[in-house]
């Protein structure tokens, strides 16, 4: 990495976020690692080899991060948008993080919206939310991709171990600006609704109230979060197109969500429910 590109040391609020989430998940621990190939992978690994007490791990870089549907997520310092003005030190282009913990709920269903929502709530009024796990900035219609920016997404992904069942929940944002070459959408940064902001403050604003998502989904579900989703749904009153594993392509207007975090459109033959995670939403 030329000096020009060079990040200073992160200084990350470990500790207090232990001292907020460790009354409530006593063996909770917070680990920052320099370079990893993915977060998400690496708690999955250790929770498919019996490692299920709860933990934050935080990467400042990953070699190969990554999306849903498989979908690649680049992160570090390489990552920055050429020729756009440089984060103040000791600043990280994006934050990259992912939690474990057993988790039972009494539906799965809308796990991925609850994230969403609480990393919005923690961060910004303007952050909007797509179905099934994107942070949106929206603009002008008349703009490039319609308004529409990704500022982050969730992914998640579970493994069974013994009669548990680990969660593993990954957190990608952008906090500076980044090229938008190869991108589908293009890229927006928490930076420009928050100057200044990092990628440490930005953690420090988001993982305890997430963690306090995470076990109140563990015990009612999505029902709760219904209402504070359909407030910052990006698709809502929006005519989009659903591709599923087929062909065929559903086009309807977007409704909202279902009781359980399903997806609803209406189409020519009625109200249609998207619940399957293989679906891909953009808005037609």
């Not at 791990?57 to 690649?72: C, D, N, P």
């Not at 923690?122 to 099934?132: M, N, T």
């Not at 563990?218 to 009153?237: C, I, Q, Y």
């Amino acid at each position: 990495m030329s000096p020009a590109h060079a990040v200073a040391p992160m200084v990350w609020p470990a500790e207090a976020i232990w001292e907020a989430v460790s009354p409530h998940l006593p063996d909770f621990t917070v680990e920052v690692l320099p370079e990893i190939d993915s977060t998400n992978a690496e708690l999955m690994r250790r929770a498919r080899v019996g490692h299920t007490a709860p933990v934050l791990l935080v990467a400042e870089r990953q070699t190969a991060g990554r999306g849903r549907l498989g979908r690649q997520w680049l992160s570090g310092a390489e990552d920055s948008a050429p020729g756009a003005p440089s984060a103040p030190a000791p600043a990280l282009p994006a934050l990259t993080c992912s939690f474990a913990l057993t988790m039972s709920p009494p539906d799965w269903s809308g796990l991925s919206l609850a994230v969403g929502l609480s990393v919005a709530d923690s961060l910004h009024p303007d952050i909007r939310l797509k179905w099934p796990n994107d942070l949106w900035l929206t603009g002008d219609p008349a703009g490039p991709a319609g308004g529409d920016r990704k500022l982050g997404g969730i992914l998640i992904e579970t493994t069974a171990v013994g009669d548990q069942r680990v969660v593993v929940v990954g957190v990608g944002l952008n906090i500076a600006p980044r090229s938008a070459a190869g991108l589908s959408l293009p890229p927006a940064c928490l930076g420009e609704l928050l100057p200044g902001a990092t990628a440490a403050n930005a953690l420090g604003q988001l993982a305890a109230p997430l963690v306090q998502t995470l076990l109140r989904f563990d015990r009612v579900g999505f029902a709760p979060f219904r209402s504070g989703f359909e407030a910052r749904d990006a698709l809502r009153g929006r005519r989009v197109r659903v591709m599923g594993g087929t062909d065929t392509a559903l086009d309807g207007l977007a409704c909202g969500v279902g009781p359980l975090g399903a997806l609803l459109v209406r189409t020519d033959a009625g109200l249609q429910e998207v619940t399957s995670a293989e679906v891909s939403v953009r808005p037609a």
